[in-house]
């Protein structure tokens, strides 16, 4: 049992959630539980080392009570979630899990290597609300990554964004660089990042502005002919940085 723990006046104990679930009455002798707090039994509690919960997923560690509560919560073993963006996905899990579960459950695309050219047509982009195209997962570096393009607005003004994630903590992410191209006309427009983690979701990512912005009028500029089509070739590059 972990803290709060509740005694009744016959001085059974029992843990928050049982309490709840007994509707405040003891399971023992029928008397009501009440607010009757178990001091004693909450110091043994907290003087208790415990391993993470999350150690069936690899993490060593062995905490006192308080230290493994704020500790799980940033503990690089547990569970990512899904990356997917074109739903809200409940689905946790590791990389390895996650990659299967996108390819099977999500059908997004899988391609293996570290440059990719990708062609983004809508047929009448005045009408694009907030659209969120096909997710598509690189393999390069023995890692995965996630190349995301979304219509949304700013204000009121109609932006597309094209950004990727690393399918990993932050600290790895770090350790390498992209590159956005896109363009038309005799023009190109470029960006040039480093990946966020998944642990950031696609709307914190998004919402950040952190990748390649275009403004509809110049994704129309780029998409040439009579503007009302909007074709977008968005060329990138991922590298591992030399530290």
């Known amino acids: 049992m972990y803290p709060p723990i509740s ?16 509707k405040n009455i003891c399971p023992i002798c029928r008397q009501e539980l009440g607010n009757i707090r178990c001091l004693a039994l909450e110091k043994v509690a907290e003087s208790l080392e ?15 009570y308080h230290n493994r509560l704020r500790h799980e919560q940033n503990c690089r073993y547990r569970p990512y979630n899904c990356p997917y963006a074109g739903a809200e996905c409940p689905i946790t ?15 997004v695309d899988m391609h293996d290597g570290s440059t990719f050219n990708h062609r983004y047509v809508k047929a009448n982009p005045h009408e694009v609300e907030n659209a969120t195209w096909m997710l598509t997962v690189f393999n390069c570096f023995n890692h995965q990554f996630c190349l995301h393009f979304e219509a ?37 427009l470029t960006w040039q990042g ?4 998944i642990r950031d979701s696609h ?7 952190d990748g390649l912005c275009i403004q509809r009028n110049m994704a129309l500029f780029f998409s040439g002919g009579d503007r009302q089509e909007l074709k977008l070739k968005v060329a990138g590059r991922i590298w591992k940085e030399q530290l």
């Open 194 to 197: 480093v990946p966020r983690s």
């Open 93 to 107: 899990g590791d990389i390895m899990f996650l990659v299967k579960h996108l390819k099977d459950d999500h059908n």
């Open 7 to 22: 005694q009744c006046p016959n001085g059974h104990t029992i843990c928050q959630s049982c309490k709840i679930q007994v």
């Open 203 to 209: 709307i914190t990512v998004r919402d950040s502005l």
């Open 152 to 188: 949304f607005h700013i204000g009121m003004a109609p932006v597309y964004m094209a950004f990727l994630r690393f399918m990993g903590d932050d600290h790895d992410a770090k350790k390498f660089s992209y590159s956005l191209e896109v363009g038309g006309n005799g023009r190109k």
């Open 50 to 64: 415990l391993p993470c919960k999350y150690k069936f997923l690899g993490c060593e560690g062995i905490f006192s």
